[in-house]
């Protein structure tokens, strides 16, 4: 792309003020200077609205993930796209390198985002109290999945993008229902003083479970679409691949990943060599998923879990990690799916209908399906009753599958956009 200095300001400038997209009609293809300029004040604005907004978030008591979610929706066709539709245009432009550039760093964000997930993920907590969780979180998943999954079969054609993928949209909208946010239960466990108690260990073990099956879910429903719902062969081999990737990791993965990143701590003497080999485990099990035709996001968490039980992850090395994920990718990328929110489209009676319908389908399902697994898995009525409450967190989980489904074609603007909804909502 080369150095951009001061004076390639003038052409973005120029291209601004004088292109016709800037006029409101067809536009022109930028120079590589315009375009690398326009990249760079893209992720400028996203960065510095969602810090600002992300911290406004947080003193209410609030994810800074909402915040960073509210800013690309004020930068989207929704506010300034209607306040000055000509800037929006200009600014936000079609231009494919452009849009490939973006798409590059939404996609790198995804994978950062579900190491740094994966790395959550506390396996000990787990075993602990592994009875009461798994039920709690299947109970979460199975009702809210299954009335998700209803509510995509009978959805009017209008809303889908292409009638022939009824099923995939159907998938990605239960589990887009089903899910949970560990960072979102986390934080209200933590504000709660619950941590050590029993009640507090079930909810995070229960969304870690969540995320897990989540996730799986998510690969297992692009094999279908990979191969599509006639050829059950190819499926159930790409499941099987998948479930095998998974038993393998889990099983042996982690002493190997660790005994990497211990020789890789031990013989190496510049500067921050644990975070390369980091990088390069996420990013080699990622591409590993992605030859399942799973999805890359897969490998990410996987890579993510294994990583977190290393002995060499210091607070320190984590610190480091995650400090260029939250400073600039989380930004980014909820911006970016902010962006793609247009509220516009929700400009009818039935538009506004159908998010309420969604928002009792997933608080319901979610509070009455953990609740009854809670209370199968021994909890007490009061503590089954918060078990519900809590778990009715979706967050950062849900907009990452809302904009894997928009990506695959499977969620319309209209739905991705009542989806992020569900996930500010709850």
Request: charged share 10%.
């Amino acid at each position: 792309m080369g150095t951009l200095s001061c004076r390639h300001l003038v052409p973005v400038v120029w291209f601004l003020m004088m292109t016709p997209a800037w006029a409101g009609t067809t536009s022109t293809a930028a120079t590589p200077e315009a375009t690398a300029a326009l990249f760079l004040i893209e992720l400028a604005l996203l960065m510095l609205l969602g810090r600002l907004l992300g911290e406004v978030a947080q003193r209410l008591g609030q994810p800074a993930v909402i915040g960073q979610l509210l800013a690309g929706v004020l930068l989207g066709p929704s506010v300034f796209g209607l306040v000055w539709p000509s800037a929006h245009a200009a600014l936000f432009s079609d231009d494919s390198s452009l849009k490939s550039m973006v798409e590059a760093v939404s996609q790198l964000g995804i994978m950062l985002l579900l190491l740094i997930t994966g790395m959550e993920v506390d396996p000990k907590l787990v075993k602990k109290v592994r009875f009461t969780a798994t039920s709690a979180s299947l109970g979460g998943i199975i009702l809210p999945f299954a009335l998700g999954f209803g509510l995509g079969q009978i959805l009017p054609s209008s809303l889908l993008p292409h009638a022939g993928m009824r099923l995939i949209t159907s998938l990605f909208l239960g589990t887009a229902l089903s899910i949970s946010s560990v960072k979102v239960v986390a934080m209200v466990v933590k504000e709660l003083d619950f941590t050590r108690r029993n009640l507090g260990q079930v909810m995070i073990a229960a969304a870690i479970l969540d995320d897990t099956i989540g996730w799986i879910i998510v690969a297992v429903i692009f094999a279908i679409a990979e191969n599509g719902a006639t050829h059950k062969g190819a499926m159930v081999l790409q499941v099987g691949e998948v479930a095998t990737f998974l038993f393998v990791s889990l099983r042996w993965g982690g002493r190997l990943v660790s005994a990497f990143i211990r020789i890789v701590n031990d013989n190496f003497v510049s500067d921050m060599p644990v975070i390369t080999a980091i990088l390069l485990v996420t990013f080699g099990f990622a591409l590993l998923t992605d030859a399942m035709g799973a999805h890359a996001v897969l490998g990410a968490f996987v890579a993510g879990i294994l990583i977190g039980q290393s002995p060499i992850l210091t607070g320190h090395i984590e610190a480091q990690l995650r400090g260029l994920i939250v400073a600039l990718f989380m930004p980014v990328f909820f911006g970016l799916a902010g962006l793609g929110v247009n509220l516009t489209l929700l400009s009818t009676p039935h538009s506004w209908a159908l998010l309420a319908l969604l928002v009792v389908i997933a608080s319901f399902g979610k509070f009455a399906g953990a609740g009854i697994g809670g209370l199968f898995g021994g909890l007490s009525g009061r503590e089954a009753l918060a078990l519900g409450l809590g778990m009715n967190a979706r967050g950062s989980t849900e907009v990452i599958v809302a904009t894997l489904g928009l990506s695959l074609g499977a969620f319309s603007p209209e739905m991705f956009t009542l989806v992020v909804a569900i996930a500010i909502i709850t």
